[in-house]
């Protein structure tokens, strides 16, 4: 892979990756039964996060992420409006173990519904297990079962400002910036 398609495809993890907890956390604000204030932040500092598409062919991706309470409130806050728009459905329960979040969006000419089990205590750990089915992409893309397993490794290190992603390989690229790359992104036909 050359160094252009993987500081690409880099920013598309990463902005990724924050829509996917975002839109997990966001979808719970969305909530009526589900008030701002009770929503989890994470525990500042730096949480290792392993991404595993269960089914899909794809490998496993483990990525740190430097966070503060502001980040997490700011990848809520991005994401819920986007979801509201995108989204017909957004059913958040809280559960004896956390949440659960069914949903039903369209973008880019096709429609996704997806059922996610957040569970945790966002100090140390957390988990998104989150199964969805897509009408368009690629065939082993449609149905997966996507679980984000989360821990709490400590603070941030010295050379890392909340929002910093460090993706395999070193690329580091930080959420707020990623925002600003999305139009960068080749557009969807």
């Not at 730096?46 to 496993?60: A, F, N, T």
Request: net charge positive.
């Amino acid at each position: 892979m050359t160094r252009p398609v993987a500081v690409w495809l880099a920013i598309g993890l990463a902005v990724g990756l924050g829509a996917c907890l975002g839109a997990c956390l966001g979808a719970l604000a969305l909530s009526s039964s589900v008030r701002a204030e009770d929503l989890p932040l994470r525990k500042p500092g730096l949480w290792e996060m392993k991404i595993v598409k269960e089914g899909s062919g794809l490998p496993d991706l483990t990525m740190q992420h430097c966070t503060d309470a502001a980040t997490d409130k700011d990848m809520n806050n991005t994401v819920s409006p986007m979801a509201k728009q995108i989204c017909s459905r957004q059913d958040v329960q809280k559960t004896a173990t956390g949440y659960t979040v069914d949903a039903a969006c369209s973008m880019a000419g096709g429609s996704m519904t997806s059922h996610s089990e957040v569970s945790g205590d966002f100090n140390s750990a957390y988990t998104i297990t989150t199964v969805s089915h897509t009408n368009v992409g690629p065939t082993n893309l449609r149905d997966l079962t996507t679980k984000i397993e989360a821990k709490w490794l400590g603070e941030c290190k010295p050379n890392q400002r909340p929002g910093d992603i460090v993706m395999p390989g070193g690329f580091k690229l930080n959420v707020k910036d990623a925002e600003k790359l999305k139009g960068l992104l080749p557009k969807a036909n």
